[in-house]
Each structure stands twice: as C-alpha cells, then as structure tokens.
C-alpha cells in the first residue's frame, strides 16, 4: 500500500514538473498563491550582490590581517627560539609567557572580529529581507494574491506562480539611482 502510494506522489511531481515547464507565462491577474526562492532574490538582485561584496571584502581584509598577524608571531617566536641559549631559564620563561599571552590575545582579538563580520553579514540580510517585504507586498496587490510560499515548502506547482525574477526587477529597480530631472532651457 505504501509503495503504491509513494508511486502516486512521484507521479504527480513528475507531470507537475512537466506541466510547470509548459506553462511558463506571466502571472495571471489573480493568483492567490505566489511562490518565491527568498535565496535566489537575495543573490541575484543588486543590492543582495552588493552586500556579499562588500562582506566578502571585510572577509578579506581580515584573512590578510590575520596571514599578516601570524606571519609577525611566527617571526617573533623564531627570534624567541634563535635567543633562548642566551638567556637565562628565568628570563626566558617569562618572555615565553609574555609571547603566549600576546599570541593568544591577538588570536582571540581576530575571532572575535571574524564573529562580529558574521553578526554583521546576517543583520545586513535581515536588512535586505525586511527591505523586501514592501516589494513582495505590491507584487502581490497587483496580481491579488493573498500568500506568498517558499518555494522550498512548495511539492508541486506551475511556474507561472513563482515571483522570483519579478522580485529580483523590483528590488534593483529600487537600487537605482532616480534619474536627475532635466530642466528645460529658456531661450
């Protein structure tokens, strides 16, 4: 019985996937149920690409600021090791914690930076989402829809019921600067 009914399901997941390809049109003017790919608005719009730039771009500063740090420590702790014949047990015992503390400082410092980039990424996403939210809200009083769904929790649907590319136009028209009126010249 289970296995007749798990044969149903993919039966009508595979001709809906089909009839999905085949009805690929806009939006008719009342859809009630919309469906989004959140993710896909986020990575394509313009101002989803801009943010994971300039993310990417902190990432990489402070990768280059910690090769740069451990780069410094590993010098210092050669030089530390090159002088230890020279130095008394006392002496270089203490110069040998004083390393360890700075070295665990300076690493606990860069963690810490690397935890606030990422707090820093998410809230910036939450910015984005909320952003969106307006957007999402017109597209759907213009096509009467009452729910939008993640496309994630969607089994089987029509293409023309997801929002995706519209949501993606409408956020980076909003990122667009407003063009500059043009005055007209007097003769």
Known sequence: ?????LSAVFAV????????????????????????????????????????????????????????????????????????????????????????????????????KAKALERKREEERQKFFQSLAPVLGEIMKDVGAFVILDDKAVLVSFDRIDITDEAIRRMDALAKPAPTPTVPVQP
């Open 13 to 112: 997941a595979l001709a809906g996937a089909g009839l999905a390809q085949e009805l690929s049109q806009p939006l008719p003017p009342a859809t009630p149920v919309l469906t989004l790919e959140k993710e896909r608005v986020f990575r394509e719009s313009a101002a989803g690409k801009a943010l994971e730039a300039s993310i990417s771009a902190e990432n990489d500063a402070l990768a280059a600021e910690n090769r740069k740090i451990e780069a410094a420590l590993e010098a210092e702790e050669r030089d530390l090791t090159l002088r230890r014949p020279s130095l008394g047990t006392a002496e270089f015992q203490a110069l040998a914690e004083a390393f360890n503390t700075k070295a665990v400082g300076l690493r606990d410092a860069q963690v810490a």
């Open 1 to 5: 019985m289970r296995g007749l009914w």
